[in-house]
């Protein structure tokens, strides 16, 4: 009897215990790894106990295209960026991105032509970056997308939607909060949809809308239309989202997204947008379109990428991003839109990307802090990528080097000013804060996350140093000093770009691919440091093409090296209390080279998620804390709150049918 009794005595205790559990943050195990910037301290979150060049992903992967939310520990290379977070409650959700400069490389060669032999081109990466670039699973197989959740006070990792959970490959690439449930935009399987996640139900996933449905996708697809949609928000009592469709861009708003694909109407289209989003894979970043979306002053403001080949100002340079202004009339669907970065015979105040001197900038990233609307600018790095690699021609990527992002703020006046980025004629006394473009560092090529926590302005990049490792290595050296063992290094690495461009109809490129074919890396080299101390033309004739075509590549790599000299490799993460003057709390992606973004920050109760971009090793999810968060429960506290009652009112239960201490005192 007295076993039973002190069974029942432990099983209170446990109850008791588990209560506490639930309030009471853990402290980081012994071996979770950190990182120390003043008064911001982080842990990791995602398999705590891996460090830089270790495989993580916040799941699991098991093989045969299976992902597991926790199985031995041993990470999924494969979901590179944590692409999309929110916090709720105790938990941050985060969708992530599978395989994403696979999926890029993927849009080059079946959409946009350019034809290469995967094994080939995975060859090329595996020698490029010495085998640290993933390039897809041992097994063959690929596990999509992952849309997960993560306690923030336990690390408990639940899977919600997979290709192998439930059979969708998610790709979300943004979302927000609206009426206590959770939205996320994206692709699924291909098709533009929308999401909902409820938290009070079990964190139950539905397909509120879409907008190419299956029967359409194959003409989609050969219209070359991005489906990876981006912008949602909450605007007063309403969700609105972005939408893509064969006739191009829309918006559309819903008071009750639960209802489904007919609670949504039609806000504006394409043209409503004066034609301004590009959303096809050959225009700026890919077909990015309407980017993101923002309520500012009671008006809806949307940021747009408009480049496409029309309208490009030159070979190297893709138009600028457009802003545009929504109003809200009588009715929920009674809008008027207009241009205040954008086209001026369209009646926009500002010219395409702000200031006429900045031309780089495909995309504006948006957010509201202090008043302000926040714009930081965001570089088109996907084609210079395309130019790289099946052009060898670094000239795309060397004018964005040159021109690394700013960040400007408008008031309600509609009114822009330079906070972050170089002085030019409009600005040019530079920006406030006293940093030059790029954070003063050329590598930084995206503004690509805001967010505000604890009252201070998070602002995060993408460095594009950590793809660009496999120049940076010949940043100390230049054409006359390198010895010959440097020159077959180069020429090997050159080799390897022409290779991917064989079957190119270019004169050039035709007679780089004869002379790599007649000549071995080292023979090539030879020639090409004798010609460094002549000139081209005292080359044998048969050769003065191919070797004037492998200066003019030698050149553009060598300026991206010299770009490379002073880089630091890894994301950089900056904090402003005042909106203007800026602490650095990271340049190198919390110690870790190969964290080349910081996608995603979500604010929440426990500390600042903060999310990395790492085609390498995989994403990683950090929790960043400034000494200002909540003291913790203590046992008082409990005790004199609501939890206190509950247990004093359980224990006097048990006193009362005389089972707790009749028999133990």
């Known amino acids: 009897m007295k076993s039973k009794r002190i069974s029942k005595l432990l099983s209170l205790v446990m109850a008791v215990t588990m209560i506490f559990g639930m309030a009471v943050s853990p402290l980081a195990s012994a071996g979770t790894i950190t990182y120390k910037s003043g008064e911001y301290a982080l842990e990791k979150i995602s398999h705590p106990e891996k460090g830089s060049g270790e495989v993580d992903g916040i799941v699991d992967y098991v093989g045969n295209g299976v992902v597991s939310a926790?199985?031995?520990?041993?990470?999924?290379?494969?979901?590179?960026?944590?692409?999309?977070?929110?916090?709720?409650?105790?938990?941050?959700?985060?969708?992530?991105?599978?395989?994403?400069?696979?999926?890029?490389?993927?849009?080059?060669?079946?959409?946009?032509?350019?034809?290469?032999?995967?094994?080939?081109?995975?060859?090329?990466?595996?020698?490029?970056?010495?085998?640290?670039?993933?390039?897809?699973?041992?097994?063959?197989?690929?596990?999509?997308?992952?849309?997960?959740?993560?306690?923030?006070?336990?690390n408990e990792v639940t899977v919600l939607m997979s290709k192998s959970h439930d059979g969708n490959n998610v790709q979300l690439r943004n979302c927000c909060e609206f009426n206590d449930k959770l939205y996320f935009c994206g692709s699924v399987n291909g098709l533009p949809k929308i999401i909902e996640v409820d938290p009070a139900n079990n964190d139950k996933c539905t397909i509120v809308y879409e907008g190419i449905n299956q029967k359409d996708y194959y003409a989609a697809y050969l219209e070359g239309i991005c489906t990876g949609i981006r912008g949602l928000c909450a605007y007063k009592d309403y969700l609105i989202v972005s939408m893509v469709t064969l006739g191009g861009a829309q918006i559309l708003i819903s008071k009750n997204p639960s209802e489904g694909q007919d609670a949504f109407t039609v806000i504006a289209d394409q043209q409503d947008l004066f034609d301004y989003p590009a959303y096809h894979f050959p225009d700026s970043i890919y077909g990015g379109s309407i980017w993101e979306m923002v309520e500012y002053n009671d008006d809806l403001y949307v940021s747009i990428c408009t480049g496409t080949p029309d309208n490009k100002p030159d070979e190297f340079t893709m138009q600028s991003f457009a802003l545009v202004k929504g109003e809200m009339g009588e009715s929920a669907t009674d809008w008027t839109w207009t241009p205040v970065i954008g086209d001026k015979a369209d009646g926009a105040k500002y010219t395409f990307g702000i200031d006429p001197e900045r031309t780089r900038a495909g995309a504006g990233v948006i957010y509201v802090y202090d008043d302000y609307l926040y714009i930081g600018e965001y570089n088109d790095e996907e084609i210079p990528l395309e130019h790289i690699l099946f052009k060898a021609d670094f000239t795309f990527m060397n004018r964005n080097l040159e021109q690394s992002v700013s960040l400007y703020r408008m008031d309600k006046n509609e009114d822009i000013e330079l906070i972050m980025g170089d002085a030019t004629k409009m600005f040019p006394e530079g920006g406030k804060s006293g940093f030059g473009s790029g954070f003063d560092r050329n590598e930084n090529q995206y503004i690509w996350r805001m967010e505000e926590y604890n009252g201070k302005l998070y602002v995060g990049t993408f460095d594009t140093s950590s793809l660009l490792e496999p120049v940076g290595q010949f940043a100390n050296g230049d054409l006359l000093s390198m010895t010959p063992s440097e020159w077959a290094s180069l020429i090997g690495y050159i080799k390897k770009f022409i290779s991917l461009q064989s079957d190119s109809g270019d004169a050039e490129t035709q007679a780089l691919t004869k002379l790599f074919n007649d000549y071995s890396v080292n023979e090539i080299a030879r020639m090409a440091s004798t010609q460094a101390k002549a000139t081209a033309s005292d080359a044998q004739p048969e050769n003065e093409l191919a070797i004037t075509a492998l200066f003019n590549t030698l050149e553009g790599f060598m300026t991206t090296a010299g770009y490379m000299k002073d880089a630091e490799r890894g994301f950089d993460l900056y904090v402003t209390e005042d909106g203007i003057n800026f602490e650095t709390i990271t340049i190198d992606g919390f110690g870790d080279p190969y964290n080349h973004g910081c996608r995603t920050l979500a604010a929440s109760e426990d500390g600042l998620m903060v999310g990395t971009a790492n085609p390498f090793y995989a994403c990683q999810v950090w929790l960043l804390t400034d000494g200002n968060e909540p003291e913790p429960d203590t046992f008082e506290s409990i005790m004199d709150g609501v939890f206190g009652d509950v247990i004093r009112y359980i224990i006097s239960w048990f006193r009362e049918i005389g089972i707790l201490f009749d028999e133990i005192f």
């Open 70 to 154: 926790s199985d031995e520990g041993q990470g999924d290379r494969g979901q590179n960026y944590a692409w999309s977070a929110i916090a709720y409650g105790d938990s941050v959700y985060v969708s992530t991105n599978y395989n994403s400069l696979g999926l890029t490389l993927g849009f080059m060669d079946s959409v946009l032509g350019n034809d290469f032999d995967p094994s080939e081109m995975n060859a090329t990466l595996d020698v490029m970056f010495n085998g640290h670039f993933y390039t897809g699973e041992p097994d063959g197989a690929n596990t999509g997308g992952v849309l997960t959740k993560i306690n923030l006070k336990t």
